[in-house]
């Protein structure tokens, strides 16, 4: 019988988690149909790109919310270094509330959304809002959907290019998992310096290798109860430790808390929170000063004896992968297959169903409930 992170098929199906832990299992196969895209569409994008990331003046907003807030996250840093533009994330969740901070009428912006669906309001109600406030701005959708709101605005707006996921990234899932991972390396890859395709066909073999490798201790640890998880990470990773925590919180339906830090602020009052039944995973980065402090952490920690368990992912970790030492954003989706995957199994320990922990409606794949008030209205 086939089997999938540990359980076959039909088990999957019968506890209500295939959708989520075929979407885990299949980025790597996602990642090599992306390059296949960007490299079909990599013209047109170099043609509406411009000259914008070499342009000092230039605005560049990654936003998203939730998921995709951190996706812009990861890589902000990695690109605004690389570029002349100035490169920001802000979530739509703040732009909505405070523009005044970040638009200027008369300064020449893009604003790159990252969205599984399309669908949410925020994300609809922020390009709007760029309409009004900022003329002139332009917008690069990086999608899942083609028939999302988003994308179908768009569509015949010489102002608007709307890169498209591979399919089967629009998960299924309550939880974002390949459109997450795809549209990571997909904003890594169109605005980077780095154009050179072929490196997401070598992560799809790295991916491919640590879900083989990483498969039956991530269910092992997934299969012992834990209160609380601690994930921690460096630099861009940080960002990551959000998106791991936030899979542990929505997964488990909120009974397992989770929270995100990075080693060096650990210490400063939030390592109060860990108990013996606490989990506290490390996400290492490559770069060697930022394990120098790693290290440091996670001797501290072991002298503390407190937590249930420590346990680092990353290369040269309890978890690891033979990757090259990239940088830390590009090396993330890798990392993320671990607690994507814990996640999941946390969800099945707790007997909920990961492909939707909330029955009830209190939380939705797509945000509901949400009024979007007019920015001049105050």
């Excluded at 959304?113 to 949410?120: L, T, W, Y």
């Excluded at 029955?359 to 949400?370: E, P, T």
Aim: aromatic share 6%; with cysteine; charged share 20%.
């Amino acid at each position: 019988m086939t089997t999938l992170l540990q359980r076959d098929i039909q088990t999957w199906r019968d506890i209500g988690g295939l959708h989520t832990a075929e979407e885990i299992a299949h980025q790597p196969t996602i990642w090599r149909a992306l390059a296949s895209i960007l490299r079909n569409e990599q013209a047109a994008l170099a043609a509406f790109l411009g000259d914008a990331l070499s342009n000092p003046q230039q605005r560049v907003i990654l936003t998203g919310a939730g998921s995709s807030a951190y996706v812009g996250e990861i890589v902000v840093d990695t690109l605004n270094a690389a570029w002349p533009a100035q490169i920001r994330a802000i979530a739509t969740t703040t732009l909505l509330t405070h523009h005044e901070l970040y638009l200027e009428a008369d300064a020449p912006t893009l604003l790159v959304s990252f969205a599984r669906s399309g669908d949410s309001p925020e994300s609809l109600a922020a390009v709007e809002l760029l309409r009004q406030v900022v003329p002139g701005a332009r917008f690069l959708n990086i999608t899942c959907n083609a028939d999302g709101k988003l994308a179908r605005q768009g569509a015949n707006d010489s102002n608007t290019y709307n890169l498209l996921m591979p399919e089967g990234s629009c998960d299924r899932g309550f939880a974002m998992t390949s459109s997450f991972s795809s549209m990571l390396l997909a904003a890594l890859s169109v605005l980077g310096k780095d154009t050179d395709l072929n490196r997401l066909e070598t992560m799809a073999g790295l991916g491919e290798q640590a879900l083989r490798d990483w498969s039956a201790p991530v269910a092992d640890l997934g299969s012992t109860p834990v209160q609380r998880v601690v994930y921690l990470g460096s630099g861009p990773l940080e960002a990551l430790a959000k998106e791991a925590a936030l899979k542990i919180l929505e997964l488990t339906g909120g009974r397992v808390m989770a929270m995100a830090n990075t080693p060096l602020g650990f210490r400063h009052g939030p390592k109060s929170a860990v108990t013996t039944e606490s989990l506290v995973i490390l996400l290492r980065s490559s770069k060697p000063l930022a394990r120098q402090y790693e290290d440091d952490l996670l001797k501290e920690l072991q002298r503390d004896s407190v937590a249930q368990r420590c346990l680092t992912v990353g290369i040269g970790s309890d978890l690891s992968a033979d990757a090259p030492a990239w940088p830390d954003a590009w090396l993330a989706p890798l990392w993320l297959l671990m607690a994507q995957q814990y996640a999941l199994h946390q969800s099945a320990l707790l007997q909920l169903r990961p492909d939707n922990p909330f029955a009830g409606g209190i939380v939705n794949r797509v945000v509901q409930g949400v009024t979007i008030y007019g920015h001049d209205q105050f």
